[in-house]
């Protein structure tokens, strides 16, 4: 038996889930890896003369970035206009972040298929070697990168509206230390000083984000709705609503032996099954109430899309409606 679900009784509901991921300089296979830029003129370029980082990702493929262009292009999406959010990347509000690019910047690239939707706001641990000297970075959530050893240097700065009197130096520098572009999966050190040499390894952790969705399905049985039922051990000969025709294969599928079973359960099987026309008697008076152990949601075109499975069954009444209510994540 079917019955049309009334749109009110289906809910869809939005939640985030977020994943836990580890990388350090050994995974660029992984899509994870640091890139350098550096700020020069464009015109009449020449690879040759530029500085060039290569990295091998999946399946052994190197590819080389060039520090020049990668400047430019950062500088382009991130900063060039930074004071006019509408044309940058990243989401930018100039209140809550500080977006500074220098001559030179260490970018570090995580892959699409590591970060999800974006990277989780707040979740950046980064440890950076430079020239020896291990950093511990975090963000604040807001898009800044600041040195942990320097977080109330780094408050104060940020509370003073990135004010450069305010800082571990006179300019601020040594607090915030670069940014993080969370949809993008791309993080940025561009400060000056001891953060401005090269990386020689590191360790990120993150938190991916993804979106999926509940749906809640509300079934209602009134009373004598779905007082029928298709289990077989109610139809002579265990024949149920199934018909299988004669020469059909595997008929062990279908049905238990019920051709002289002997004392273990076994037996033949007949060579063919037609569907029950009548049922036991027992099921034909009015007190039969039958059990619901499982729930079928099914698409308009009939395909059958969710099996709902209940812990035990329960048996529907005929003075009062029934309702299940089927969740499930997607």
């Keep these: 038996m079917f019955k049309n679900l009334d749109p009110k009784d289906i809910s869809k509901k939005p939640f985030k889930s977020f994943k836990n991921f580890t990388f350090d300089q050994n995974d660029s296979g992984s899509g994870v890896f640091i890139i350098k830029a550096r700020s020069g003129s464009i015109a009449n370029y020449d690879s040759g003369s530029d500085h060039a980082t290569s990295v091998t990702t999946s399946g052994s493929v190197s590819t080389d970035y060039y520090a020049l262009p990668t400047w430019h292009t950062i500088n382009k999406m991130f900063y060039k206009d930074a004071d006019k959010p509408y044309l940058t990347f990243g989401g930018n509000d100039p209140n809550k972040e500080n977006r500074e690019l220098n001559t030179s910047a260490s970018i570090l690239n995580v892959s699409r298929d590591v970060i999800g939707e974006q990277i989780k706001t707040g ?20 898009g800044n990168l600041y040195d942990n050893a320097h977080s109330a240097s780094f ?3 940020k509370s003073s509206s990135f004010d450069r009197n305010q800082g571990v130096l006179a300019n601020g520098s040594g607090s915030e230390v670069g940014n993080v572009f969370y949809s993008q999966g791309i993080i940025v050190l561009t400060d000056t000083g001891s953060y401005a040499g090269d990386i020689t390894a590191f360790e990120l952790k993150y938190q991916s984000t993804q979106t999926s969705y509940e749906y809640e399905y509300r079934l209602t049985a ?34 238990p032996p019920s051709v002289g079973p002997s004392g273990h359960g076994t037996g033949s099987y007949a060579t063919e099954y037609n569907a029950a026309t009548e049922s036991l008697a027992f099921v034909t008076g009015s007190d039969f109430h039958p059990f619901v152990t499982q729930i079928g949601l099914y698409t308009e075109d009939g395909d059958l899309a969710v099996i709902g499975k209940l812990a035990k069954p329960i048996q529907l009444s005929n003075e009062i409606a029934t309702t299940f209510v089927v969740r499930f994540d997607v």
Excluded at 123 to 142: E, H, P
């Design 222 to 255: 009134k009373p004598y709705e779905f007082n029928t039922t298709t289990n077989i051990s109610v139809t002579p000969d265990r024949s149920g609503s199934i018909t299988v025709k004669n020469g059909s294969v595997s008929m062990s599928n279908f049905f």
């Design 123 to 142: 979740s950046i641990d980064l440890d950076v070697t430079i020239g020896g000297v291990t950093y511990t970075l975090y963000d604040d959530g807001d």
């Design 155 to 157: 408050a104060a700065f």
